[in-house]
C-alpha cells in the first residue's frame, strides 16, 4: 500500500519502566521528607536549653541548691498585668515563710516564649513595695508566656522560680 503507515506496536511495560517508575517514586519520597525536616528543624531546632548535656552533668548540685532554697522558705507569685492594646509588665509577688512581703531582693528574669527564642525578654524588676516587683516588658504578643526568674538578698536568702503566664489575662 503506497501512503499508509506502519503499523504502530501497542505500548508493552518493560523492565526499565518499572524501574524508572519505581526510582522516580522513592525520589520523590525522599526529597518530601528531606523538605519536612528541614523546615522542621529550621522553625524549632529542638534544644531549648543551651548546653543542656553540661547541665545534666550538674543536676546533683541544682538539687543541693533547691534544697538550700527550700530551707528560706520563700514564695513567689507572678502575673502579667497591663492593658492589652499598651505596654505591659510582669509583676513578681515575694513572700516570706511567714507571708511577710519580702522588700530588699533583687529580681532578675527571663520572659520566654516557649517555641521561639527570638521572641525571649531578658527582666530587670525594680521593687514597688509591699514585697511586690515590677519590670515592664512592653507590647506584648498574646499567648502562653513562661517566666523564668531569681531573687536574692544580702542575707543570702535566694529563690530560683518559674511561672506559666498568659497574656493577655482574662479578668
Known amino acids: 500500500m503506497i501512503g499508509s503507515s506502519p503499523a504502530r506496536r501497542p505500548f508493552e ?3 526499565w519502566h ?14 518530601v521528607n528531606v523538605g519536612f525536616a528541614v523546615v522542621a528543624v529550621r522553625s524549632f531546632p529542638g534544644e531549648d536549653v543551651r548546653r543542656s548535656y553540661l547541665q545534666g552533668l550538674s543536676y546533683n548540685d541544682t538539687i543541693a541548691a ?3 532554697q527550700a530551707a528560706w522558705g520563700w ?8 492593658d492589652a492594646q499598651a505596654a505591659a509588665a510582669v509583676v513578681v509577688v ?6 511577710e512581703p519580702i522588700n530588699a531582693a533583687t529580681v532578675t528574669g527571663v520572659l520566654r516564649w516557649p517555641t521561639d527564642a527570638r521572641r525571649d525578654r531578658t527582666l530587670t524588676f525594680e521593687s514597688v513595695g509591699e514585697g511586690r516587683y515590677s519590670a515592664p516588658v512592653g507590647a506584648l504578643p498574646q499567648g502562653r508566656w513562661r517566666l523564668r ?3 536574692g538578698d544580702a542575707s543570702g536568702g535566694a529563690l530560683d522560680f518559674e511561672s ?3 497574656w493577655p489575662t482574662s479578668h
Request: charged share 20%; proline share 0%.
Open 13 to 15: 511495560v518493560r523492565g
Open 18 to 31: 518499572v524501574l524508572a517508575a519505581l526510582l522516580g517514586f522513592f525520589a520523590l519520597v525522599i526529597a
Open 66 to 68: 533547691r534544697r538550700a
Open 75 to 82: 514564695r513567689a507569685s507572678a502575673r502579667i498585668d497591663g
Open 94 to 99: 515575694l513572700r516570706s515563710r511567714t507571708g
Open 149 to 151: 526568674a531569681n531573687a
Open 164 to 166: 506559666e503566664l498568659t
